[in-house]
Nanobody
Framework: QVQLAESGGDLVQPGGSLRLSCAAS?????????VGWYRQVPGKERELVAS???????NYTASVKGRFTISRDNAKKTVYLEMNSLSPEDTALYYC????????????WGQGTQVTVSS
C-alpha cells in the first residue's frame, strides 16, 4: 500500500520561485525507483518536466533547463522539484511519478499540486 502526496504548489508572481515536494508512504524503498515530475494543462498532453533515475542520471525538458532542479532524498522517501524564474507558461497541475527501475508495471502517481504563475 503505497501513497504519494505532492505539496508546495501555489499562486506566484512571474519571476518567483517554488519548491514542490512529493512524499511517499508505505512499504517502498525509494532507491529502487526512477522518479519523474510531470505537468499538465487542460487540452494538452501530459509533459515530462524532469526525471532522476535510480542510477542517478538526470534529464530536463528544454523549456525548464537552467531554471528547475530535481532531487531526491531516499532516506526521507521524498522527491523535490525546485522551480525558479517562473513564467505564466509554467502554470499547470504538477504530478510526481515513481516507476520501479526494472518492474515497470510497479508505478505510482500522486494527486497533483497546482502551480499558477500570474500577476
Amino acid at each position: 500500500q503505497v501513497q504519494l502526496a505532492e505539496s508546495g504548489g501555489d499562486l506566484v508572481q512571474p519571476g518567483g520561485s517554488l519548491r514542490l515536494s512529493c512524499a511517499a508512504s508505505g512499504t517502498i524503498i525509494l532507491s529502487f525507483y526512477d522518479v519523474g515530475w510531470y505537468r499538465q494543462v487542460p487540452g494538452k498532453e501530459r509533459e515530462l518536466v524532469a526525471s532522476i533515475a535510480s542510477v542517478g542520471s538526470i534529464n530536463y525538458t528544454a523549456s525548464v533547463k537552467g531554471r528547475f532542479t530535481i532531487s531526491r532524498d531516499n532516506a526521507k522517501k521524498t522527491v523535490y522539484l525546485e522551480m525558479n524564474s517562473l513564467s505564466p507558461e509554467d502554470t499547470a497541475l504538477y504530478y510526481c511519478n515513481l516507476r520501479h527501475r526494472t518492474l515497470w508495471n510497479r508505478s505510482y502517481w500522486g494527486q497533483g499540486t497546482q502551480v499558477t504563475v500570474s500577476s
